[in-house]
Nanobody, 117 residues
Framework: QVQLVESGGGLVQPGGSLRLSCAASGSIFIMYHMGWYRQAPGKQHELVADVTGGGTTNYADSVKGRFTISRDNAKKAVYLQMNSLKPEDTAVYYC???????????WGRGTQVTVSS
């Protein structure tokens, strides 16, 4: 079982930056594929970015060049640095941990990000 706790959300003006953090429990963090997803009102849940245990990253086209995902396996944490934020980035952001081969899929409770002037 993995528990995930997000932090770092808030209200920011367009063009601003936020850094989301996700703290994970469990002793085999490095074996989990970690990701950030988001859901805006009236829109589908979507992948923002993910990172393998070895550090390979993947980004949604809408955030490429603006967001950076990273992980610290020693601290059992994953981060999302968000720069040049736009109003359309407004959403609840969720941390996710997966081990597909074992049928494991865990979610945090989410943190609200609001981009508005």
């Amino acid at each position: 079982q993995v528990q995930l706790v997000e932090s770092g959300g808030g209200l920011v003006q367009p063009g601003g930056s936020l850094r989301l953090s996700c703290a994970a429990s469990g002793s085999i963090f490095i074996m989990y594929h970690m990701g950030w997803y988001r859901q805006a009102p009236g829109k589908q849940h979507e992948l923002v970015a993910d990172v393998t245990g070895g550090g390979t990253t993947n980004y949604a086209d809408s955030v490429k060049g603006r967001f950076t995902i990273s992980r610290d396996n020693a601290k059992k944490a994953v981060y999302l640095q968000m720069n040049s934020l736009k109003p359309e980035d407004t959403a609840v952001y969720y941390c996710n941990a997966q081990r597909v081969a074992f049928g494991e899929n865990f979610w945090g409770r989410g943190t609200q990000v609001t981009v508005s002037s």
